[in-house]
């Protein structure tokens, strides 16, 4: 079918006219308030921490067993075990149940934790493990946003920034962007009653001029890139940039903003349209939006915005090598019809499962990998196979129905992930955690 010439149009979107997707404005961008104490507090410690470091006396190192060295929100925070009866695990007593959970969140998010900031974090990692957030029937939130930005550990960003990013009009990936847009949860009710394509549009050419211009700013003349930023990246986004210590190999950037070779992240791959959408109807600004997707993508899972699309790759490999293990009889059907995951399981890796509706069950799973890891998608996927063993079994070409996933079910999904982390040894976890960089 073709599109519409308002589809096809370079006239980018203008932020006087277009409306951003926030609950309770209309036509007009508000002013992104400060962060919760609890995110101050967060950046405050980190700071006293590298003072620390820098001030104390130098001591020869300690050797550590761990392997996770490098800073990452919550790939490494430990995950809880569900009991054999499939019931979640019970509250010890800094996560004791309350009368009003709902209102000692809200304490905690505004006022910051009582007392130890650790503490307060993984009671919070806990809390959504057991409890889950409070939401409606949409899954809308008025908590959620927030509590994603302090477990991403994004930091505050002015709004001035977020519009000048929009000033600057189209960006190299603008044209690849507007191809994408239009298609973004596309038979979704809910997304599209709240989410304009024009936010969409916004977003990801904001995203996209922010790693361009990260890009220009760690290049030098010879092509190679400095270690002019700091370990906590650009000043202008308060830390919000990845680091990129090293070039493994100069690429061809495209017009589209995409990369024909390397492995250097690329201003915009297909598939980041969907990746933002739950940020965007989380959220209840733009801005906020922005600064925990560009965190996100650029922390959290690099690799799968890069040209090649390496990490989503990684993943897509190790769906298959985990149901191996959680469940070697249904893995050797697949394997026997020639159904692999790369088939099937590309676009849940690549979109964190965002791909697969309600939006609502999309949203409580992501609490759950902004918990604890969005490494663990990869065992979501392997819980969702898993749910649908019997059916693969009995079925003589089992690769009709993974043409597209059941509906999501994100508790029994988290559950049976969490039963499913026990099983997987501890070399393929640790390639789990660091597939995505």
């Known amino acids: 079918m073709a599109s519409s010439p308002h589809k096809n149009s370079q006239h980018f979107p203008p932020t006087s006219t277009l409306q951003p997707a926030s609950p309770r404005t209309a036509g007009r961008l508000r002013k992104l308030q400060s962060q919760p104490s609890l995110i101050s507090q967060q950046r405050q410690q980190q700071l006293r921490n590298e003072s620390a470091t820098q001030n104390a006396p130098s001591m020869p190192p300690i050797p550590s067993p761990m392997k996770h060295t490098r800073t990452r929100s919550n790939s490494d925070a430990v995950v809880p075990s569900f009991s054999k009866d499939g019931r979640s695990p019970q509250r010890g007593l800094t996560s004791r149940r309350t009368e009003n959970p709902k209102g000692e969140l809200k304490s905690l998010i505004r006022h910051g934790p009582r007392g130890d900031l650790p503490d307060a974090l993984q009671s919070l990692r806990h809390w959504i493990l057991v409890d889950g957030l409070e939401a409606d029937t949409d899954g809308m939130s008025d908590l959620r946003i927030y509590v994603w930005l302090i477990l991403l550990n994004s930091p505050p960003l002015s709004t001035d920034i977020y519009l000048d990013l929009i000033r600057r009009g189209p960006s190299p990936a603008y044209a690849k962007i507007r191809n994408d847009t239009h298609r973004t949860l596309m038979t979704n009710v809910l997304f599209k009653r ?79 349209n969907v990746l933002c959408a739950p940020f965007l109807y989380a959220a209840r600004t733009e801005p906020q939006a922005f600064i925990a997707f560009h965190y996100f993508i650029t922390r959290e899972c690099p690799g799968y915005i890069r040209g090649a699309m390496d990490g989503v790759h990684k993943g897509v490999a190790l769906v298959e090598r985990c149901l191996a293990i959680a469940d070697q009889k249904l893995s050797t059907y697949l394997k026997s019809k020639g159904v692999k995951a790369q088939i099937y399981a590309f676009a849940s890796v690549l979109t964190m499962s965002a791909c697969t509706p309600p939006l609502p069950e999309v949203l409580q799973l992501w609490d759950f990998l902004f918990a604890y890891g969005s490494h663990l ?61």
């Open 377 to 437: 998608n990869i065992l979501c996927i392997c819980a969702q196979l898993i749910m649908m063993r019997e059916d693969l079994l009995s079925e003589m070409s089992p690769g009709k129905l993974l043409r597209s996933f059941p509906p999501l079910q994100a508790k029994k999904i988290i559950e049976l992930t969490v039963s499913m982390v026990c099983k997987i040894p501890a070399n393929l976890y640790e390639e789990l955690v660091h597939h995505a960089e």
């Open 194 to 272: 709240r989410v304009r394509e024009n936010s969409i549009i916004r977003l990801l050419n904001a995203i996209a001029w922010r790693l361009h211009d990260a890009r220009s700013d760690c290049m030098t003349d010879s092509g190679k890139f400095t270690n002019s930023a700091t370990e906590m990246g650009s000043p202008e986004l308060q830390h919000a940039e990845p680091v990129i210590k090293h070039a493994k190999g100069a690429s061809t950037v495209t017009n589209d903003g995409s990369e024909a070779g390397g492995s250097e992240p690329g201003f915009y791959v297909q598939g980041m």
